[in-house]
């Protein structure tokens, strides 16, 4: 695996992949942008409340590891959730819905945006406290070893969480049970609005991975190439029965933390510098290079992109509340637990 | 929540705060976020309480702290039989059970049967009947229950003993059905006063069994403060059988 943030977009690594594999990252990528657009408009709007944290920027990250890795393999991540989902072929109507908190969301409406689910496509949500998923990440890994499967986990968070008490636990217990891992840190430079300078005398996040001699590398977080070789070469280590793997993303969020930041710690020059860098725009380049789409081709692709994102917003805006009955239900597996009624 | 049924040991539940992230916000919780897409069949086990002078950080009771929390469910054997069956059920069960021992107890010797059975989470069990008061406690503070029970007994007072056996959920009926009969309340638990278990179970009994009442529902708790070291400071801190005896002769007005 390189040690160095690879150099995007050399004609060697195009040609390692498919046509099929290119127009698939376009087409997921650009959909969970438009989704996420939607998701910001619709919050814009005040037809969702709650948090709501947008992956506008990041696609990569999620899109290059699920082309990368196999079925049955776990992926847990934080509240920033509605993108991995899509990426993994959800439904992403459902999605809408639990934004909207309806019945007919993914989590019946009782998870809301940080806290998607879809263990049948094996994602294991949507956490909400920062750092929070990454022990139930080796839980999810230590539960496929203990099987005995082929399977492993991914386990994302961002670079705030990198700092938390329970990551460090996490990589310490992964790595001595050589459970099959891959921890990866999307570094989009800021931990809500402080950024990673701020936060640590280590800045190469990568390089807390090393201090448990966890194999550690960055990687470009904008090119879906360079994510999935990653995440293809760690599922070998893993799958070799070698133990975790330490990857940063090195991404940017052009969006604030969540809705109500109004992202006033950065500048516009530096939000400008990564959007020439944008992953879906990179895609694209390469896919009419090669000739693999017409633009006029990709314009349709976008256009029924745009129309099917409607269609989640349609389905979402009329599916209907959860019966106030429903707060009863999912807290127990046990169907008859006696709950104190005044 | 991936297919298996994980036991974790914790040496004492002292050490579960550097967990409780992980019971609190995960295992409580993974089941309401996710729609009931994943059940959490794990067992938390450790020792709760004080184990002799183990000074503050050591003494502590959280029966409270996770029974108030919605998705659990707390088991507090109080003898070797009770715990087999109770262990089987919480480790059978398809929730997250916080099952909480004692030091003090793991010496103890009692019958066990050797065939299987399994005591179901959630029932109390009457250990003493009695006519004159009722004295509820659970886990290790039973021992001082039975011992004030046989204190009063001397003096012609027949207590009801109850061992709740789980704090979440608490078996009501039992405590409300004795109440009816006796009239008078103690509770004993070893935690601290504010927001316990005895707050709890007095608070029910004062909504749902008023009128029978005789007495004000009393308790016999911790003292408020963080348990000391030193032997005379620990005693002055902790439930005993003579505080126990004080409270039951307060409540029959002795």
Known sequence: MSNQTANTGSAATEERFSKETYMWWYENMLHMRRFEEMSGRVYGQQKISGFCHLYI?????????????????????????????????????????????????LSKGKGGSMHIFDVENGFYGGHGIVGGQIPLG?????????????????AYMGDGAARQGAVHEAFNMAMTMKLPIIFVIENNGYAMGTSVQRTSNVIELYKLGESYDMPSHPVDGMSVEEVHIACEEAAEHIRAGKGPVLLEFRTYRYKGHSMSDPAKYRTKEEVESYKQKDPVQQVKATILEKGYATEEELKEMDNRIKESVKECVKFAEESPLPDPKEIFTDVYAQEDYPFVRE | MNGIRPIIEFMTFNFSLVAIDQIINSAAKLKSMSGGQVDVPIVFRGATGNAGQLAAQHSQNFENWYANTPGLKVVVPSNPKDAKGLLKSSIRDNDPVIFMESELMYGDKGEVPESEYLIPIGTANVVKEGTDITLCSFGKMMKVAIQAAEEMAKEGINVEVIDLRTVRPIDWATIITSVKKTNRLVVLEEAWPLASISSEIAFHVSKNAFDYLDAPVTRVVSEDVPVAYAKSLLEATVPNVEKTVKAIKEVLYR
């Open chain 1, 138 to 154: 080796v839980g999810l890994a230590f539960a496929e070893q203990y099987k005995g499967t082929d399977n492993l986990c991914i």
């Open chain 1, 57 to 105: 920027g990041q696609e990569a990250c999620a899109a290059g590891a699920v082309s990368a890795l196999k079925k049955g393999d776990k992926y847990i991540t934080a509240y920033r959730d509605h993108a991995h989902p899509i990426a993994l072929g959800s439904d992403p109507k459902r999605i809408m819905a639990e934004l909207y908190g309806k019945a007919t969301g």
